[in-house]
């Protein structure tokens, strides 16, 4: 039923991403194993508990794709489509799938849609990113869309925050098994991303990691802000989001909206600059984001944004059964002519194919029947207004487009 808004959805994102000078990627449903473990990091939450990870023939692991970066990296590094010294933007759609516990914008199998901006250091690319998501929704028409945005900085930050969030949540640390520590001192940042309710306690009035950034940080994350100012981009800091995955530096963001319940995010990316070396490839500044289609569509819905499904230029309606061919030859002309039309198939009568008209919702009702065949004529019938005239069948098609 959601599938015109999805097509919808994919075609107003190739064009935007297309604006933006970025071209669409397709990656394979499934990938080694190893691609996920190496580049998500292994303490994630999508690594150690989400993937859908099986065995092939050939005794290889192979898992879904729980997400749409690292199978574009791994891509973009074995087809060489990376120059080195310049830049590559991509675009694509994906189908992504994560073992969740599924509820309201959750799933198991959910879809993406996504950018990836390879080569650039520039805090320009990560305002260009985060102007493309806020641009899409903007152009959506969805209200109250706010980029909520955070810098976590590098290996010095993350050092020296480390020890004081570690610090700060001491207690709740304490009370956690033996495994969960062991993650969490693997990777402290992400106890900010922790849903649980205990962990989101205990980080009430936590130090902000923006007071551990280094220069080149700070200055990376002031120079983004007056990039989005400039461009009217309408964003708030937000020291709290830091993203699941292990391979982001400094710029993070999220689009949220308060719409979706417990499922806030809309969209989220960031700036993942060790990603491509990590994977064996040259050192590659890159910054992405993906959304999601589900949640999109959730969003539109409560706001009332839904567009309606395309409807029929014209249904030309058989008045006799001699005019039968004479309706199979204009619907085609009129497709021809690039407009939609159909013709009944299933035997109705001349009111019926008139209130099937209707229903479809199309513009023109085009009558054909003895006597219009005989004159050359057919019956003009607007659908809105029913006004009804005698029109030539020559050149219907150039009145209809007027
Ligand atoms: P992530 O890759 O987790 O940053 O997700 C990016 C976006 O994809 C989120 O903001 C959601 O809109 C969407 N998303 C992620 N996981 C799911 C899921 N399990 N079900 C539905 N949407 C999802």
């Known amino acids: 039923m959601d ?50 990870t099986f065995e092939d023939k050939g005794a290889r692991s192979m898992t879904l794709k729980p997400e749409g970066t690292a199978p ?13 010294g310049s830049v590559l933007k991509l675009w694509y759609f994906t189908t992504i799938f994560r073992y969740e516990r599924p509820q309201k914008g959750r799933y198991r199998q959910a879809h993406q849609l996504g950018c990836e901006l390879l080569g650039s250091a520039s805090p320009q ?6 102007e493309i998501a806020t641009r899409f ?6 209200k109250g869309v706010v980029a909520s945005i955070n810098c ?31 993650r969490v001192q693997k990777n402290p940042l ?3 991303d922790s849903k649980d309710p205990a962990a989101i306690e205990a980080l009430a009035g936590a130090p902000s990691v923006l007071d551990y950034l280094e220069d080149s940080s700070r200055a990376h994350f002031d120079q983004l802000q007056s990039l989005l100012t400039d461009a009217s981009i309408p964003y708030q800091i937000a020291p709290e989001i830091v993203r699941g995955l292990d391979y982001y530096t400094d710029t993070v963001f999220e689009v949220l909206s308060t719409d979706l319940g417990a499922q806030s995010a809309l969209c989220g990316g960031g700036r993942y600059d060790g990603l491509v070396k990590d994977m ?22 409560s706001q009332g944004l839904i567009p309606e499904p395309q409807c029929p230029d014209a249904v030309v309606v058989c008045a006799s059964p001699e005019a039968e061919s004479a309706v199979r030859q204009l619907a085609a002309r009129l497709r021809t002519a690039g407009l939609s039309a159909q013709h009944d198939l299933s035997g109705k009568s001349l009111k019926g194919q008139l209130k099937w008209a209707d229903k479809v919702r199309a513009r023109y009702a085009i009558i054909i029947g003895a006597d219009e065949l005989a004159a050359g004529n057919a019956t003009l019938r607007t659908m809105a207004s029913g006004e009804q005239s005698q029109v030539p069948l020559d050149g219907i098609e150039g009145r209809l487009r007027s």
Do not use: N
């Open 125 to 130: 690319a990560d305002a260009e990113i985060i």
């Open 190 to 192: 992400r106890l900010l």
């Open 3 to 52: 599938a015109y808004l999805w097509r919808h959805l994919e075609d107003q994102f190739a064009k935007l991403a297309g604006q933006y000078g970025y071209d669409e990627i397709q990656t394979p449903t499934f990938e080694d194993t190893d691609l996920f473990c190496r580049t998500s990091g292994d303490t994630s939450d999508i690594v150690t508990k989400q993937m859908y």
């Open 152 to 182: 976590i900085g590098r290996q010095e930050t993350r050092a020296r925050y480390r020890d004081a969030l570690l610090q700060h949540a001491a207690g709740y640390l304490a009370g956690l098994d033996q495994e969960a520590r062991d």
């Open 137 to 142: 929704y903007q152009g959506l028409g969805l």
């Open 280 to 301: 064996g490839g040259p050192d590659t500044p890159s910054v992405g984001f993906a959304l999601g289609i589900e949640r999109c569509c959730l969003v539109m819905q």
């Open 72 to 84: 574009v990296m791994r891509s973009v590094l074995e087809h060489s489509l990376l120059q080195q």
